[in-house]
Nanobody, 115 residues
C-alpha cells in the first residue's frame, strides 16, 4: 500500500501564507519527480510546481515568485510554500509522486484564500 497524504491547507486572507506538505506512506523503491497540482471549481486541473529527484524545479507562471516547492527525498515528502496568496489560488491542491511507470496521487487538501 502506497499513499500520499497532504496537509497544511486551510483558510487564509489574501497576502497570507501556507505551507503544504505531502508525505508518502508505504514502501516506494524509488521516487522521481514530485509535483503539486490544483483544481478550482469549474476549472481544469493545472500543474502548479514540479521538483525532480535532483532538485530541479518548474513552476506555473501564475505562481512564480510566490510559491516554492521543495522535497525531502529520504522521507519521500514534498512541500509547497505559498506566499502572497491570492483569491485566485483557491483550489484543492493534490500532490503526485512518480515512481518508475507508476504515479501516486494524494487525496488533496483545500486551500481557500479570502479577499
Amino acid at each position: 500500500q502506497v499513499r500520499l497524504v497532504e496537509s497544511g491547507g486551510g483558510l487564509v486572507q489574501a497576502g497570507g501564507s501556507l505551507r503544504l506538505s505531502c508525505a508518502a506512506s508505504g514502501i516506494i523503491f524509488r521516487v522521481n519527480a514530485m509535483s503539486w497540482y490544483r483544481q478550482a471549481p469549474g476549472k481544469q486541473r493545472e500543474l502548479v510546481a514540479r521538483i525532480s529527484s535532483g532538485g530541479s524545479t518548474n513552476y506555473a507562471d501564475s505562481v512564480k515568485g510566490r510559491f516554492t516547492i521543495s522535497r525531502d527525498n529520504a522521507k519521500n515528502t514534498v512541500y509547497l510554500q505559498m506566499n502572497s496568496l491570492k483569491p485566485e489560488d483557491t483550489a484543492v491542491y493534490r500532490c503526485k509522486a512518480e515512481s518508475l511507470a507508476v504515479e501516486y496521487w494524494g487525496q488533496g487538501t483545500q486551500v481557500t484564500v479570502s479577499s
